[in-house]
Every structure is written in C-alpha cells, then in structure tokens.
C-alpha cells in the first residue's frame, strides 16, 4: 500500500483506562488503531482486591480487549511486549514486529515499589495484575487450609497472621476484605481454627491511614479496622521483610502472608524515548500530554507526569480515563487537520475507599460521608463504572449473594495442571 | 477422649461425585464424618470442557468442599493428599497426619491413561481436573494470538490446528466446542486470521464417534461436527506423537494442541489397600460396594470395580452419584445398627452430548432425540444437575448471554504472577 493513501496509524501501547477510552473515542474515526498490550484483557483495577479476596472473580473484573473492539474494523489489537520505540522512523518494536505509527499514545501504568528495598520484593506479594490477584488469593485460601490440620501452635499463628503494608486504599481494602472473611468464612466452615487464632495487621509509616483524605475520615477508618479485629499501627517504619518474617522498630512479627501496599511508580517509558524519567518515574508531559520534542507522542495515565503545583498528578484511574478521553479528543481533531487547544483540566471527582463489609469513606469537593450510606454508594459507583454491560450485571448479583450469604463465592484452587 | 464413647468416624476420602453424594446423606447422622481430597473443591466434571472453551468460568463448575457442607458440624474437610491406608489400625494416612476410621469409604476418580505409551504424556493436554482446564484454554486462546500476530503461513497453520484423539463424549464435546470458538470468535474478533487458517481434526481409532450410543446418534453427530468445520476420521489409530506432531498410518499432522481424550483408568486405590488392580485399574468391589476381605471399606465412583455382565460399570458421573446415595444408605443402616441388605443397582437414566451450539444427541432407553430439541434439553439437564444453587443461576445466565450474543464470557489469560 502506498505511504500516500494510508489512513493515519494511531498506536496505542497499554490496554488499561487511558489506554482503552482513548480508543474508545476513536472508534469509527478516519484512522487505523493498533493498541498493544502483553495482556489480553482490560482490567479494573479498582476491584481487583476483591478477587484477592475471594468476593469477586476473574471475569467479573477483566474484559478481554478484543471483546470491548468487537467488530469494530479500525482497531486492530496485538497481544505482545513492546520492547522499544524507534521515534525516528515512527516504530514501536515488540518481540515479533515493528508497527508503524503516526500519532503514539503511551500508558502502560505503573508498578509497586520498594524504596530501594528491592531484596524485599521475593517475601511480599503485591496487587497490581490479575494474576497477582489469583496468587495471593491462593495463598490467603491455603493459609486456612493449612492451619486447618496444622497442630503446632506457632506454626498456625504464623499461617494465621496478615500483615499489609501501608495504610492508603489498597492497605484499607485489603485489610477489611481479609478481616471479612476470616469473621465470615472461619466461622461456619472450619472446624479447628477460630477467630482468636488468626491477626491482621496493618502497617503504615506516616501518622494516619488514607493520608489522602479528610483527618476525621482516617480516624474513622481507623476505628472500623479496629472493630474488624484489625491491628492498626501509624508511625510504623518496616525496618526489613525476610521470608514469612518482617521487622519493625519495636516488633518482629512472624507472618505467612505480606502484603505489600505501600507505593507505586511509574513504569519506564521514559527509557524508550530516550529521557530521563521524571518526577514519579514517568514521562514528564505538557498540559496537552505530548512528550517535550514530539509533537506525536503522547503519555498518559500513571505512565504521564504532568505537574500541578509541583507535583504530579495521583495515580488514579479517574485521571487515567480522563486523560484518554481527552486523548480521542486532542487526536480527532488533528486526524480532521485541525488542532484542539484546550489544555487537559483534572477534575476531581472525590476519592472513596471501603474498609469491608457494610462501612466505606467518601470525600468530595464539597462534603465527606461515612459508613454503610457511603458504602451503598461506593457499590453503586463502581457498578456503574465498572467496564462492561455484562460485569455490571454478575457484580451486582455476586455482590447481593455475598451480602445476603455471608459467604465469598470465589474459592477455588488451582494447583498447577498436570500435562 | 475414650474410645468407647466416640461417634462412630466414617472418613470419604475423594469430594467427587460419589464422596460428596455419601456425605450429603450421612449429614446430621449419628457419626464424624472426615472428607479428606487433596483439592478444596468439588468438581462438576460434565462441563469442564465448557471451561476449557471459554464458554464458562472456573466458579460455575467449581465448588468450594467446605461452602457444600457450611455448618454441618458433624462435617470435617481435610485439604490433603492420602499417602497410604494401615488397615490392621483402621487409619488412613496423609502427608500430615492419620485419620482414624470405622468406616472408610474411596472414592479417588479416574486419570487419562496412555496405553502404554506414557511417553505420549508431555506432548498432550488432557482434561481431568480444573486446572487441566484452564492451561488448555489458556492455550487455545494464546494459539489464536499468536497466529494473529505471525507472519509465517506454517507456523500460523500449526498454532491453528487442534486435534482431539478419541471420540468419546469428552472428544466430541471439545471438537464441537473450539468449531463454534473458531466460527464466531475469529469472525468479529480478529483482523489476520480467517477461518480457513483453522483446522479440527477428531481422531477416532473404532469405526464411529460415541461407540457407545446408537449408529444412527455416531452418524448424526459425524454429519454435525464435519458442517462446523471439523475433520472426523474414524479407523484412525495414533501411531506416535512427538511435540506438535502427531503421526498416524497415512499422514502426520503439525498442530499446537494436541488433546488426549481416549480413555480412562481408576487411579489406583488398590494399592493402597494391598489388592491387585481390577480390570478397569480400581478395586473390585462386591455388590454392596465394600471390598472382599473388609466388611468396613467400601469402594464407590470410577476407582471401583463393579462387574455387570462381565464388564466393569462405565466411568460415569450419573454411576458415581447413584453409589454415593447407596453408600449413605448402607452406613446409616449401619449407624443405626442395622444392616441394609438390598444390593447396589445401577439405574440407567440414559446418556447424552453436545456437539456444540444447537446440536446434541441423546439416548435413552426407550427413546433417541437428537439435534436442537437434544440440546435444549441438554442444557435443562445440566443446570438442573449442577451442584450447588447459585451455579445453576449463573450457568443459566451465562449461557443465555453467550447464545444471544454469540459471544465467550471466559477468555482471560493469565500470565504468571509476578511476586
């Protein structure tokens, strides 16, 4: 085909909520779509705690890419890695080809990290795919299972004790949903263990939880934990994390399962194109999320640093999806030859995080709410962003079957496949 | 605790059809019961091909062991794997510990087996447990994406191919199953790759698929699977298959997934209890179940041996389930002090297949049916069948979704965790 005649090449790399409303917008425009991802689906992260938890289960938070561009004839979607991008011929490189673009779009989001403490990572789990989803569900399940038939006590408190590190939403969620389950499921189905057997333990540097958020929402947090039977610990520094072991100033606790919650960064795309990373280890990008030097490429989501009174925008999915609607924007006005000056606004449409069953914190602009409303109201609100008219409806019904049940519906274990 | 005074200890050891149906109706009796499984979960085995497709999820076959017997305090779950039976002291052995029993019933299940030719092993998937299920359809899935992205018109035919060896029900079911994938999921979904890229090939060494339904069914079906696009070659033996390749007397075939569904053996519990493996690999069983020799142990599901007519009863889920019932009947008898003197007698409600959407066959004993009325009914007699209500809810949804939108709800790869 000749170069003349072809639609604009639009890649984008990264499937997440950037990513995937930025195509979303270009959908049926004058252009051709590549997006690339090393997944197949589109995850929502937000409740991915729940599938680490047993409430939820894999398809009710994952969308395949291909199944959301159904039929849609201008998006092509590649399931590979990138591995660099040559930005003087306009290619981005994976493992088995290289994909020309015109316009780039990158969000390939963020991971956790560990301040310099990365000889921590191999004896901490972390939530941040889905897979790391199933493998810490596996070992929340396993831990009960076997301390079930362990007689040493030692040995079952070790398998008993939860230690999630930081105290920002994940932190909360986490600690909330392992407290839920072990209040519901110890309860009715196991016989050997009790409640008093098992310790949740949160642990969080700075003075407060969800230091994000109002001081009387953390004190709140803090409160409903502590009725959960969660050991809540402000002012905590992790001094080192062993396996199945972790210090802090004044405590060694021995603990099966760590969590670590504590922090994320941006992933590298800087490297690609050959700058420094910026601030949060991301792309430093202009108020229209082009990266200094290219009028072409594009960074968005917890990939993107874009300042906002010296500092970066938070890594949050409402930013994520903002940014890749007004991505489609910014690129159907250039496909039709013209330029969209608008500068890309945030606007801040309140944070929420539950702390378990039937308590949840929200802060707004202009008023905060608390407990089993905010709770209804955080259900309803990720419903109705949840991605997919399918999900939305099994959430619902899964999240009502848990209520009324007390039980948690995703609890299988998957032991490896013998070939 | 002495031992005059103890609840008589049945343990189960084994949470398949047979295990589950004996617990069910020894709840509330006069006993401890111990159901002792290496996995945590209860397996619907009729539909895992359904799993292995896409067509539904690890939750709507799966179900926990402890949420089946929730509250029913007579009932201990033992997540473990049974070493070994000491007979003369009444105790089954397990990695952790010893089980006391009064009366032991088995119920361990079948495995694919190989005739012979165990070194075909690793160069197959087979279909036994859920995770077999889930590496299948991770990757079926992951030859589409890889042959998506390829360019080499060899290699892209390989990724494409699948051949299932036997045409058993299982054979059928999978062949039906990836024709309807590969007809409706390549045709909106994928830009490259076409139908014609695909081939299905079912390998069956007798003269007809479903040997054992009637001629009429084996044509039908033949006649079905060859218009979804499948290749039925009947009188077709497997002479050897290396790695993505499989070879027979007149051609070899390339192929990426290569599945074994011919044939099954009970695994061997016989062993465990210094008996020589019966025909079919179980232990040879009278016809009240229990084992010569012992009057206390009893035998249930496909691991026994129960001849009719000079062959063994057919692995089935339908036999399994009827024995469990029987075995609870007899041990209540017995709990009570009483003997049940009626034998064991297998009640033949008839067996079917599907053939993929819009098709099955069915076989009673007075009656055939066959096509779009089968597979209704089919699909009645599953969800009705489904252990566990909340499965049968989201069985029925999903399948109603995926026949009106044409659609599979399960196709999330997961790649390995990272830490």
Redesign the interface.
Known sequence: MEKSIHKPRVVIIGAGFGGIFCAKGLVGSNSHITIID????HLFQPLIYQVATGFL???DV?L?I??L???K?NI?????EVTGIDTKNQLVLTN??SYEYDYLVIGTGAHYHFFGNDNW??N???L?????A??LRQQI?MAF?KA????DVTIRRTLLTFVVIGGGPTGVEMAGAIADVINYALK????NIRRHDARIVLLEAADRVLGGMRKSLSQYTKKILEKKGVEVHCNKTVQDILPNKIITKDETIEAETILWAAGVRANNAASWLGLPAAKNGGVLVKDDLSVEGFTNIFVIGDNSCLMKKDRPLPALASVAKQQGKYMAKVLNEKLDGREYKKPFRYLDMGTMSTIGRNSAVAQFKIFIIKGWLAWMMWGVVHIFFLTGF?NR??VF?TWS?TYLTY?I???????????
Chains 1, 2 share one sequence.
């Open positions: 090393k997944q197949n689906h289960g894999i398809n994952a395949p291909r199944s561009f159904r039929g004839e092509d979607i590649v399931m590979s088995n080809h990572q191999p901490v789990k972390v941040k795919t889905l897979a790391d199933i493998s399940l299972e079930e038939i362990e007689t009715y189905e196991f016989r399918r409806i099994t019904l079957w039980g519906g995703s609890r299988i274990i998957l032991k490896n496949p013998k070939k």
